[in-house]
């Protein structure tokens, strides 16, 4: 080396030098973007060195990048693969991004480099223990603590591992070692006097709970410990003093009178308590009863604060308190008895709290002229109150008097000419009435108020799509996540306008910002696995949700939505567990009541959902949310093969209380029983084409229960049904759903005479005028429990709907004219694709071991078939799948009946098309994916209660869609080589 290349080396390394030494101040002063600038300079000089490629994985690892750091390390690894300080830090990567099973992975692989390694034992241990693998965590634990028994981490950790296993005693020894150690550690100090409360040892844990210093971020927590050693020691005055101390430290909210309760739970005897003390306890927990009772419905809680407030005495304000929880506990009549009793007294006290108690429970209990009396008298007394005048418009609305409760609200506005809320109430009035202009006027001002903003920015998206104006609606809908980021029904809205794999679309923008924060609060995290359940994507959402519970601790609603992807992911073990230890955590939660019924549903557990619901009769049983649990409530009846009370629920759904309120309670009926021989009656079909097929075997029995019967029907069924059925009077009436009632101007006058937009559930304009006509109106489904009381009771006629043979001739000589072999029709998909549906439903791609069965001609009977997918087929089988020229699969019902008879065999999945095929009688393999589907199975053959000619074709693992091909591949061989034809 001449002196010249000495030099230019002396001074490199001193620049690299000085770079380093730049990093490394960038590093120690948790600068961190500025460390990574540094670094990658330093990398840049010194592109091999491991040492300072170590150091940048550091600084990525607290910038959250743990996808770049695992690539940096993975580079080296290649060359260096037992490295020890690369194996390191690609292991405390995997640990900072709570990936359970890459920590455990790399943490071993420091342990086949270090045994010794003590950072690795104790990291194995805590991460076994998250995973609940308690052998492998007490092992590691076992080892790090030979390794370095005082390490404080350790302790730290080991204390609260033998305290979550129940080894309380243990936990307490080592808890003292701790807190002997770090005296001023507040948390240990916290968790030392709950493993003495769980002992029973309460006085030396309030002897630590007295050494705390507690820091203000510990202060709820251990005011909390302080009120159960408090209770245990019966030592009311403090009870009240630290409650209020909690409270004050508290947000207002359900979360803090949850934890009210579950404080005062543990109460026995409430003999020794003071009436001053129990007058006290009462006024505390009185404010907490609303938000508290959709949470928690507990006897044991409720007597308690009964007894509590009997022990108050008999003010005014007790026997108030007293029927607000007698009301929350659902005793309507004692409640209401106790409002009418304070009413009735000659001071009156408490009137105007009286009256508006009195209005909840009579709109509780859905008595709509009841409470529109009591709120007109609220009105008497508060006449300038425009939320009273909102009520009485919201009672009318129930009472189907849609002009008084538009008089209504435009007198709130009068008082108010600001008042967002009644003008966004009288655009929802405008969107029922059809007239979605008005609505778009009225929406458009209630975005400037901002108690309404955010809903009448999303309501004016869903009339500005009904409007046909894309872009506006778009603009709407953006507005509305402006205003609140985190609005599920508004993203899932622009998803469906822009489309799910647009990459370039607004919501993919909107969820990559929320994604990309370093610091999510908790409604950002239920929003981003919400937003990839809707798309989806059930393994990255359910890794979301490992990183928020992780970022977050336990959150209710973040564990909710894990049992709920796991179980629309078909992990339906995984799903029960999971929302097992979340009743476990939160047994008064109510939405995990649906989860866990759809999950036993979902399992075939039918009679396991049972026993729960009938044990939660103040959920599933209570009139404000029966129409919530209407469908949870179907399949568990169905399930266990009681038709007769799975039917019943239907009357108690939104479509029925919609068609009681709009046509009048004189008029509508539930049961045959209630209609007179003379009585002319319209029976209207609901819900979608396969159920008005299933349903319609009925027909004759109920047309010979009633004398003088109409059914309304789908146009698209008139023919078939008046062909199969010719003694009964069909009355072919257009429905739709929702908002798609208004889409198109065509579409939209059809409905236009209705009263109330959800009627297009059931009618057009054509019905309306029928309903008019007739003395008594009732839905279909109402009536079906009177002719149908158990699985016997279904006719089971094989064939009952009777496709026009001229055209079975027809179709039979087209189909003669392709391929020889057996005609097969396949369905594999729905023009409807809910979470519901979904997991009835398949992909083409999926059906490999029916195509590649040479022999065949298929006939394409999906409504929702996509050229792509079909296209594919032909390029990877040479299998071409028939799409009969001149047939439109969705509108010619009739049609595609006859087609369907003509051939010999379909395979489809469980929709309409199933439903159509089982009923005109043709031979029908069904895809079983769902358990709640096995109601309708009557023997070991898989044959179908009502269908006699389908067969459920299933695996014992249900969503596992490549076995249950692999069984129809194998069982469709069968049948061509029996010559089944």
């Known amino acids: ?297 507990d006897d044991h809680a409720f007597g308690v604060a009964l007894d509590l407030l009997t022990l108050s005495g008999e003010s005014s304000r007790s026997m108030l308190l007293r029927a607000e929880l007698l009301a929350d506990m659902r005793r309507y009549a004692e409640a209401e008895a106790i409002c009418r009793k304070l009413l009735s007294s000659r001071s009156k006290p408490r009137h105007l709290q009286t009256l508006q108690l009195l209005d909840r429970i009579v709109a509780s209990q859905f008595d709509w002229p009841e409470a529109l009396s009591v709120r007109q008298q609220l009105a008497a007394l508060s006449p300038n109150d425009g939320a009273v005048h909102r009520a009485i418009a919201d009672a009318l609305v129930n009472m189907g008097d849609l002009a008084g409760a538009e008089n209504s609200l435009l007198r709130a506005i009068q008082l108010n000419v600001q008042d967002g809320e009644a003008m966004y109430r009288l655009g929802l009035l405008a969107f029922t009435r059809n007239e979605p202009r008005l609505a778009q006027s009225y929406f458009g001002h209630a975005t400037g108020s901002i108690a309404a903003r955010t809903d009448a920015f999303y309501r004016l998206g869903i009339v500005q799509q009904a409007l046909d104006d894309r872009k506006a609606s778009i603009e709407a809908y953006a507005a509305c996540l402006k205003a609140q980021p985190t609005h599920k029904q508004a993203f899932n809205a622009l998803v469906e306008i822009e489309g799910r794999d647009n990459e370039d679309s607004l919501w993919h923008r909107h969820l990559a910002a929320i994604e990309e924060r370093t610091r999510k609060i908790d409604e950002e ?139 009048g309670a004189d008029s509508f009926v539930q049961s045959t029983s209630a209609i007179r021989p003379r009585d002319k009656v319209l029976a209207l079909a609901a819900w979608g084409l396969g159920d008005e097929t299933l349903w319609s075997t009925f027909y004759p029995a109920l047309n010979a229960r009633i004398a003088n019967l109409s059914i309304t029907c789908d146009p698209r069924m008139t023919k078939l049904l008046q062909r199969s059925f010719p003694g009964v009077d069909f009355r072919p009436t257009a429905r739709w759903m929702g908002l798609d009632a208004l889409h198109g101007t065509g579409v939209a006058k059809k409905y236009a005479g209705l009263p109330n937009l959800s009627l297009t559930r059931v009618v057009d304009n054509v019905g309306w005028d029928m309903i008019g006509r007739a003395a008594k109106v009732a839905v279909v489904t109402d009536l079906l429990p009177d002719v149908c009381d158990s699985l016997d009771s279904i006719p089971r006629t094989l064939g009952y709907l009777k496709p026009d043979p001229y055209r079975v001739d027809y179709w039979r000589g087209r189909l003669a004219q392709r391929a020889d072999g057996p005609k097969v029709g396949i369905a594999w998909s729905s023009l409807r694709l809910t979470h519901h549906r979904r997991g009835h439903l398949t992909n083409l791609a999926d059906w490999t071991p029916v195509l590649k069965i040479p022999g065949l001609s298929l006939i394409c009977l999906d409504p929702a078939a996509d050229d792509a997918e079909i296209a594919a087929v032909r390029e990877r089988f040479g299998v071409d799948i028939h799409r009969p020229e001149g047939l439109n699969l969705r509108r010619d019902i009739d049609d595609k009946a006859a087609l369907m008879k003509a051939l010999d065999l379909v395979i489809c999945v469980a929709n309409g098309v199933s439903e159509l095929s089982g009923a005109i009688g043709v031979e029908t393999w069904m895809l079983n994916r769902s358990h709640t589907l096995d109601w309708r199975i009557v023997d070991g053959e898989g044959t179908d209660v009502f269908h006699p000619n389908k067969t459920h074709v299933f695996v014992e693992d249900r969503h596992n869609v490549d076995a249950l091909m692999e069984a129809t591949g194998a069982r469709l061989q069968k049948w061509l080589e029996a010559g089944r034809r």
Request: hydrophobic content about 45%.
């Open 1 to 297: 080396m001449n002196l010249v290349q000495h030099l230019a080396s002396r001074i490199d390394s001193r620049r690299v030098a000085a770079l380093r030494t730049r990093a490394l101040d960038r590093s120690q002063a948790r600068h961190w973007e500025e460390a990574e600038r540094a670094w990658r300079q330093v990398m840049s000089a010194t592109p091999n060195s491991i040492e300072n490629a170590v150091e940048l994985v550091d600084v990525l690892r607290r910038l959250k990048r743990y996808d770049e750091a695992d690539r940096l390390v993975e580079n080296f690894l290649r060359s260096s693969p037992r490295d020890l300080r690369l194996l390191v830090v690609y292991a405390r990567n995997a640990t900072a991004a709570v990936d359970r099973e890459a920590t455990c992975e790399r943490w071993l692989a420091v342990l086949d480099v270090d045994a010794d390694s003590f950072e690795a034992h104790l990291r194995l241990a805590l991460a076994f223990e998250a995973m609940a693998v308690e052998s492998k965590a007490s092992l590691h634990f076992d080892r790090a603590r030979q390794l370095s028994p005082d390490h404080p981490e350790l302790i730290k950790s080991l204390a609260g591992h033998l305290a979550q296993k129940g080894d309380a005693r243990e936990a307490a020894k080592v808890y003292a070692r701790v807190v002997e150690r770090f005296p001023k550690d507040s948390e240990q100090l916290l968790s030392y006097a709950r493993v003495l409360i769980d002992l029973g040892d309460v006085k030396a844990a309030d002897g630590v709970l007295g050494r705390s210093a507690a820091g203000r971020k510990l202060d709820r927590r251990l005011l909390e410990a302080r009120i159960r050693c408090d209770i245990a020691l019966g030592a009311w005055p403090e009870v009240v003093q630290n409650l209020r101390h909690l409270l004050a430290k508290s947000k207002q909210s359900r979360e803090t009178a949850l934890k009210i309760w579950e404080l005062l739970r543990g109460v026995g005897s409430l003999s020794n308590i003071q009436p001053d003390v129990a007058s006290d306890l009462a006024t505390i927990i009185a404010p907490h009863q609303l938000p508290l009772i959709a949470a928690a419905r």
């Open 525 to 663: 995290w239920v929003f981003i696995a919400s937003a990839e359940i809707f798309l989806h994507d059930f393994e990255r959402a359910l890794q979301t949700l490992e990183r928020a519970l992780s970022a977050t601790g336990y959150h209710a609603e973040l564990a909710l939505l894990q049992a709920h992807a796991l179980r629309l992911d078909g992990r339906l073990d995984q799903a029960e567990s999971a929302v097992r230890r979340l009743l476990a955590k939160a047994p008064f939660y109510y939405r995990a009541y649906d989860e866990f019924v759809q999950i036993l549903c979902a399992g075939g557990k039918f009679v396991e959902a049972r026993d729960f619901v009938e044990s939660k009769p103040l959920y599933f049983g209570s009139p404000e949310l029966k129409a919530r649990a209407i469908g949870l409530l179907t399949h568990v009846y169905f399930g266990i093969g009681d038709p007769r009370s799975a039917l019943l629920t239907y009357r108690d759904s939104s479509l029925s209380t919609a068609v009681r309120q709009n046509v």
